[in-house]
């Protein structure tokens, strides 16, 4: 994209177009699912706009269609952009907030909201007015933005399937902590065969955290919602009707409906367990007639349970193979992420001795770990990311070395449900 | 064909209230109130008295027979009303009798439909706060919302229909019709003028062409359907097969259940003469040709399921071609079929007792079909490497109540509705010399 017109001299502006300023205008807009470059190009006129180089009427003009094209409406968000950034009058924490929802969504989600016009505004409204307030420092801006973006945080985790052992100990860990019934497994451990192969395999079975998760979209209520301060994919146990379509479009059957009267009674679950920072009951098993399923522990991670328990699960304390990696997966220096590096570099490196002939053989690829996500394709961007084998479709679950009932757990929920069945279950 | 029918016929249910109509009533009491008490006694003890479990390592199904039940509902309501709207639309006069009784099908259809959802809750008591504070956003992405959203946009079509229709009667008919319902008929015909008739005439018109477009675009063939279809991960659901096939299941148990309730009424009020014998050998024809498209679109998933499909979608093939709950319906509707050829080539075949068996043999094979088609949904899904999956389910008996309770109802909605209001329109007996207008056989 060019910027021809904004290099004049005496454009004050002219500092602000940088490419780093590009290059984070279009990731931000990138998201917002709208035209990147129609949104670039706003901005860049908003920032005129607030600037006083060009007029309300001129930027209309401009931009009416090209609006109305993308969005098939002008709509009042633009107007309200508009008066936003001039009633800040420069002020840039004013203009942002005015872009804050009530319950603190972040500039992202508002963004998305708004969608481009917004967008493009509330960002040229900020980075200009912090341009006009400071000295013409205005690198400064950018670089603020930059570290925005990386104090994102989507927690998730890294699983090495390698390196579990089929013990189930995360799965008690997991009731222990959070109250589920028999066979209400949140974590649940696979052990599986393969066609033509002896040795048995795992697979660590955890809410998928999806970045698009199909649960959330069918829920009637939005019961089922994505927490935007850490895209943990929650259920408000206050306002789930029970309906179970979150459970029947899950892709991964992660869900665990209380058919019943719960096994544990509130008052034995510790009571700051149960809401999160935003004062909504989300953690431990839900009450009757309400869905639940695997958390990732929010009482953990906003620090309800002490600070030093932020980053952790319980599955992951429990996991004595060091299989379960919990943390935030869009910064690199955390936890899963390291991991997932770490292995990759052993086993490429691994590789590497073995082909000391690395001249003779030199179109060989360099071997990394095999890593996946379940069933990736159908587009749910899971947030969990396994180290190891995804099992094929021939994949035949078996009993594995240790037995859900030998750690006091009930694996098919069918078999403890059936009790309560009106005269009777037909579980054979 | 038939001796002139007059106001006194079809007023007759109004007016006249055999032993039998009271056995009746208690009948439908019965069914209501053995549903009624075990409703209770889920509401008391929670879904868990149901058969259903998670599905995946929960080895069960999550929605069973509710589920089923209320599609099952929705479509002979929305086939009732299409049926409905397609008499007056295309004047097919032959069966201007039993229009309105196909509207009230509809209506009563549609009541226990969303009673169904409520039955089905796991939390009934925050049907209105939950759903409702939060609908203009879940309206964009929920196709449970959607549902919610065009069974009450039909509830509302359908009763202006009926009651646009009424004004006209039941200002006709009014010094014949019993004092002590006074104030409703009043209310019903707030402001009737003769002039109106005109202007009514082309409203339900327009109202029959929204209901006849809407309904393959936005109900049995769009969002019931859609419920299912849209999820790509239960392989027995995903496709864009459903929407054609919901619809042709929906009008095969439609007609059907119009054909029981207009022998009913033409057995209890001696309407030989108005509900004639030629009604019911056009429903037949009309329950043949869309049991053939429903067996039809059934074969289309066979062949695809079955030829070269991903493995997902092979197991709920070969379920298809192994389960009884799957087979028999296809053989009651295929033999109905059958039977709807073979006494359109033998006259003689024919008698108004195996149509009735005939429509009940195809309520009976939708409603296994659709709940097995949920059911076995669930039980093949696309990540399928839980042992305990297909899990397995065969519903409870306060599940199956809740299907003689909802009969009881629609039953028992009949009965009231006829004592108040005529369930003939009086268009079907004023343009007599019926029965031989052009009118396309399939
Ligand atoms: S069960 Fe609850 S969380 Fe799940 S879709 Fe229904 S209302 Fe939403
Ligand atoms: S794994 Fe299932 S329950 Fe978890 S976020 Fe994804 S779709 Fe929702
Ligand atoms: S992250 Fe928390 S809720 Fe999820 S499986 Fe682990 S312990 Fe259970």
Redesign the pocket.
Known sequence: MSTDDSTHTDDPLAALHTDEWEAEMEELLEETDHDTELGIEMAKDAQRLVAGQIDEEEFHAKYHEAVIDEFGVDDRPIDDAIDTVKEAGGDAAAALEAFEDDDGTDRRDAMKKFGVGAAALSLAGWATADAMDDEPQDQAAVAAAQEDDEDDLQWGMVIDLDKCDGCLACVVACEQENGTGDGENWMYVFAYEEEDQDDMNYLVRT????SD????KVCPTTA?HTRSSDGL?LTDYDVCIGCRY?QV????G??YFQWGEPETPMDEIDDNHTHDKRGQWVDSRPPRGVMG??TMCPSRQDGNMGDDMVGTTACEDACSMDAIHFGNMEDPDSDPNQYLEQVREERASANELQDDDADEWADRPDHTASTFRLLEEIG?K?NVVFVGNEPSSDAEQVEGPVSYEDVGQVDNRKEALDDGTFAGGVTE | MSTEASEADILRPIHNTSKRYFMMLAACFVAIGIFGALWTYQLYHGLIVTALSDWGSGGGVTWGLYIGAFIWWVGIAHGGIILSAAVRLLGMERYKPVARLAELLTIAGLSVAGLYIIVHMGRPDRMVTSILLNYHETVHTSPLVWDVTVITLYFVMTATYLGLTLRYDIHRLRDQLPDHFGPLYDVMTLGYSEKEDEVIERMVWWLALGIIILAPLLLHGGVIPWLFALIPTMPGWFGAIQGPQFLTIALTSAISGVILVSYAFRKAYDWDHIIDDDLFRGLLLWLGFFALLFLWLQLQQLISGGFAAPTAQELTFESKMSHPAYIIPMVMVFLTLAYIFAQVLRPSLFSKERAVVAGVVVLIATLVEKVYFVVSGLMYPMFGLYRSVPGDYFPSVIEMSSVLGTIGIVTLFFLLVAKVIPVVELHAIEDHGHGDETEVEA
């Open positions: 809410c998928q955290m999806c998760a199909p649960c959330e089922r994919v979150c479009a899950c892709p991964y992660v869900n399923k695997c749910t899971p």
